[in-house]
């Protein structure tokens, strides 16, 4: 059974860079249908999308967060990675990494981390 | 952006009732939907995808169908297992979701 588990500091202070690892064991990340995403959701909003990443390293990002998200991959490890830049109060959200099957929906979940932004 | 609206935000029912949840799509999205369940501490369990494709090991009293702007996910004898809050999602342009519904026990 695929596991995906989030890490990554829980507090970071704005203007920051935010930065959380997703760590995928029982299988690879190299299927071929297999995508690799981050969500996220701030309280009191829907669950946002923020980027996807394939194993040969092709990156989607959300157009809302293009300018500050990065995420990439090692699959050598079995890890994948965010960066969101310039943080605010309004990044404060739970953190959740998933397999994205096909480039369409999300089959595997994270339990997801707290980022919470604060001086 | 498509934006997803859910309704009702909670619906309150009692276990062995027929629950319908529904989601609707600002603009057409044909059968590129899908439906989760979460539940407090645990991930996201994918239910169904392609508006009605149940995902492996979804038990059968979930169904889901629709297309185009009206979906619904209905769970036709509500287990104690069942109470949690449900998402749906759309793919068809870009990745986005509804608030969700809470199903609560009456």
């Known amino acids: 059974q695929l596991q995906l588990r989030e890490s990554g500091p829980g507090l970071v202070k704005p203007s920051d860079t935010l930065s959380l690892t997703c760590t995928v064991s029982g299988g690879p990340l190299t299927g071929t249908l297999d995508y690799w995403a981050w969500i996220r959701q701030s309280p009191g909003k829907p669950l946002e999308w923020i980027a996807t990443v394939y194993y040969n390293g092709n990156t989607f990002y959300n157009p809302a967060l293009e300018s500050r998200v990065t995420i990439s991959i090692d699959k050598s490890n079995y890890q994948f990675f965010l960066k969101l830049g310039s943080v605010t109060a309004a990044d404060t959200a739970v953190y959740s990494c998933a397999r994205q099957k096909d480039f369409y929906y999300f089959d595997f979940w994270g339990q997801g981390a707290l980022v919470t932004v604060s001086s | 952006e498509i934006v997803m609206t859910q309704s009702p935000a909670t619906l309150y029912s009692s276990p062995g009732e027929r629950v319908t949840l529904s989601c609707r799509a600002s603009?057409?999205?044909?059968?590129?939907l899908a439906w989760y369940q979460h539940k407090p501490g645990q991930s996201p369990r994918l239910l169904i995808y392609g508006a009605s494709t149940r995902a492996a090991d979804v038990p059968a009293r979930f169904s889901g169908s629709g297309s185009g702007t009206d979906f619904t996910l209905t769970i036709s004898s509500l287990q104690s297992e069942d109470f949690a809050l449900y998402y749906c999602?759309?793919?068809?342009?870009?990745?986005?979701f509804g608030q969700g519904t809470r199903v609560d026990v009456k």
């Open positions: 999602q759309q793919y068809s342009h870009w990745w986005t």
């Open positions: 603009q057409n999205i044909g059968d590129t």
